[in-house]
C-alpha cells in the first residue's frame, strides 16, 4: 500500500512491486548540526517577518509557521532528495584463456591417435573437443579468449559459439611474458578466476618475476596445456648464406653457409646443394654429418654466363625435416664478364716474381701488366699487356682491378703516383697486395704515402726466421672462402702442407711479424709454425677504405711445386688474387653505387641509403634530391624516398623505416639516371624477422611446467581439461547496485511547495479582512 501510494506521487516505475525497505536518502546530504541550524534559521526568520504583522497572536503563528517550512522545503530540495531501492547483484569473475598464434605453431611434431599434425591443428582439435567444459565455465564464468605472439589481443568469438575460429599463426615471435602482461592490465578491478594458457613454450624471453609475484600476491592460478611433442624437432635449418655480391665469369665464387640442426642423430648425412634457380643446375654438392661443425661449410659456384644470378642454397636429409621453410635460402650474384685486371711492380727478379708473372700470364681469366724495375731499359717488360712505364694519372691507375707490389723501394715512385695508389685503394675499392721481401718491403716504405695501407707497424726492418715453418689458413679464411688448397677436403686445406715429413711443405723465407706490430684493424688470415712450435702471422689482411689490402711475409711458396707441381701454388695465388679482384668490383667500372646499412635489416629499424656518384660530369648535372622508389613486392604497394645531397658532395642519401617483413625493389625514377642504375649494386633488400621462429623449433614443455607450479597452477593434458571447472577458483563477488530515483524534480514536491505559499498568501488576506 504504502509502495503504491509512494509511486503514485513520484513516480518509482524503476522499482519493482513489493520492493521492500526503501530509503529516504539524499544527494547531497547535509549533517545533522547542518539541520538544526537552518531549522533555528527558517523559524527565526519566519518570526520575525510576521511580528509586525497586525492581527491576531494565532493567525501570524500560523502564517510564520507556514513561511518556515517553505523555507525548509527548499533547503531540502538543494540537498537532493532521492528514494533508495538496496539491491545487490553477482560480478562474475574471468577466465582468461591465451592461444598460442605464434608461427611455430605450423610445426608438425604433434603425434595424436598416432597421426602426425601441426601444433595448430592439436589445438584446433582439443577446443572443439573441449567444447562442454567451455560451455560449462561460460555458464559460471565469464570467458576471455586472448591470442599471444610478440603480445596478446583479443580473439571474435560468435554468439553461437563456444571457442574463436583460428587463424593461420602468423606471429614472428613467441614473448610469454609480455603477452602476460598485456592480458593482465586488461582485467583492471575486474575478479580473476584463473589462465589457461595453450602454447608450445616456445619464448624469447622467461617470464618476468614481477608477473609471477603479482600473480602469487592475488592467488590467480595459471593452468597450461602444452602442445607439440617433448621431444627435439627433426630439423635441419640454413641459418646464413655468404657470398660475394659480385663476381668475375668462370670465378670460384666461394658460398659459406652456416646450418643448424635439432633432433637429428649424430651420425645423420645432410646434403647440402647449391643451384642455379634459372637453368636448375647443381653447381656444388656437399655431405655433412650432424655431429661436424655446420657452420662455414664452404661451396663453390662456378658461373660461365654474365649478368644477375640468382642462387639456391637448400638442404636435404634422410629421416625428413618438419619444417620445410628454413630448408632454402636465395642469393643474388652479378657476373661481369671480363678479365681481371692486375699491375704487378717488381724490383727484382726473385723466385717468387718467376713463378708469380708466370702464373698471371698463362691464366686467361687474368690480364696482366707486369713491371720490373731493375731490367734494362732494352728489356722487355712482361705480362700480357705489356706496359712500359708505370701509370701516372687516376686514369690509367683505375685501368687495374688489383694492385701487387714486390720487394720495391718506396723512392722508386713518385709522391703523386703514391697518392693516386692510396686514393684508388680507398675510394675505387682496387685491392693492393704486398710481398714482403729481404730488401725494402716492407722497411722502406715507413713514412711513405702508403704507410697507413701496411697492415703492421713501425719498426719495419723485418727479421727473417731462423728457422722453417709450416703454414696453416685461420677461420677467417674459410669465412673468406680463400687458401681453399684442397676441396675434396672439409676444411678446405691441403694436409700434406701440415706434415713436416714432406720437406718440400717447410717455408724458409719468412719475415717475423711480432703480435705488437699488427695494427687493431688487421686480421690474419694465415700463421706459420716453426720447429719449436712457435707460432706467428705469415698473411695478413687489412680493410682500407672501400678496398682491401694484403701482406704476405713469404717469398717462397713456390717451394710447395716441388711436392703437388703447380696445383697448390696455382690455387693459393689465384684464390688470393681473385678475392681482391672481386672487391674492387663493387666499385670500378661504375658511375655510381648504391649503398644500404645494415647487412641485416629488421621491421622497425632504420635504414641508411646511399647513393654515390663517381662520374664527375654525372653528378654536376644533378639536383639537390633523388627521388628513389621504394616498391614492396609482396603487397605490390611502392613508397616515395628523397634522397638528400651531403654538401657539395656527390652523394645523396636517407633513411628508411620499413614496417613488415618482404623484398624490396629499389627503383631510381630520375631520368638522368635510370640507364647508369642497372650496374650500381643491389637493387633489392631483404627485410627479415628478427627472431625468427623456426631458429629454435623445439617446443619447451618445461617452461610451462615452471610457469604453472610457481603460480599454484598445473599442467593440464587434453583428456583432463574438463576438471577445469572444478579447480579453477570460484571468485563472483556481490556488488550493491541500488536503484536511486530522485524526487525533488517531481510534480508532487513542486505542488508541495506551491500549496504551502498559497496558503501563506490565504492566510495572509484573511487576517488583514479581521
Known sequence: MMNRLLDTFFDLGAIPDGATGLELTWA?????WAWFIAIILAVTFATWSYSRLQGPGWGRGILATLRAIVILLVIAIIAGPQIRYPREDVEQDIVMVLLDRSASMEIKDAEVDSTRMSRDDQLDRILLESADTWSTLGERS????????????????????QVPSLEEPIGWRTDISASLQQALDGVASRPLSGLVIFS????MSQPARTIIRRLQQDSIPIFTVPLGSPDPVLDVSINEVSAPRRAFVTDAIPVLVDLD?????????????????????????????????????LMTANLEDPGDRTL??????????????????????????RPIRVLYIEGYPRWEYRYLKNLLVREQSIESSVM????????????NTPISRLPRTAEEFEQFDLILI???????????????????????????????????????????????LLPIRSPLDLDRTDDSVLVAPTPLSRQLGVLVLDPSDPSGWAMELSDSSTGWSRLRSVQNIEPNQIKPTTEVLATGTDIDGETRPVLLSMRFGAGQVLYSAMDDVWRWRFGRGELLTERWWIGLVRMLARQALDTSGKSMELSIQPDEIIPGTAVRIQLSVMDERLASTLGDSISLEIEDENEQSSTELELLRSGDSAEWSADWFPDRIGQYQLDISDPLLVAESRSMGPSSVDVIRPDDEFRNPDADHQLLAELAESTGGSVLDPESLDSLPSVLPNREVLVENPIIIPIWNTGAVFFLVLGFLSAEWIGRRLIRMI
Open 142 to 161: 565469464e570467458l576471455r579468449w586472448m591470442g599471444f605472439g610478440s603480445g596478446s589481443y583479443p580473439l571474435i568469438t560468435s554468439t553461437d559459439e
Open 406 to 452: 714486390g720487394d720495391v723501394p718506396s723512392g722508386f715512385f713518385s709522391p703523386e703516383q703514391l697518392r693516386l695508389m692510396s686514393n684508388q685503394v680507398a675510394e675505387r675499392g682496387t685491392g693492393l697486395f704486398w710481398i714482403g721481401g729481404p730488401r725494402d718491403t716492407p722497411s722502406s716504405w715507413a713514412g711513405s704515402p702508403l704507410d697507413d
Open 312 to 337: 639456391v642454397v637448400d638442404v636435404e636429409t634422410s629421416v625428413g625435416d618438419l619444417i620445410a621453410e628454413n630448408d632454402s635460402m636465395i642469393f643474388e650474384v652479378e657476373v661481369v664478364d
Open 372 to 383: 720490373l724495375i731493375s731490367a734494362d731499359r732494352d728489356f722487355a717488360q712482361e705480362g
Open 28 to 32: 547531497r546530504p547535509m549533517p545533522g
Open 200 to 203: 608450445d613454450g616456445r619464448s
Open 261 to 297: 640442426s635439432s633432433g637429428l642423430p649424430d651420425e645423420e648425412m645432410v646434403v647440402v646443394r647449391l643451384r642455379d634457380e634459372q637453368t636448375g643446375q647443381v653447381l656444388d654438392r656437399k655431405t655433412v654429418e650432424i655431429n661436424d661443425d655446420l657452420d662455414g661449410i
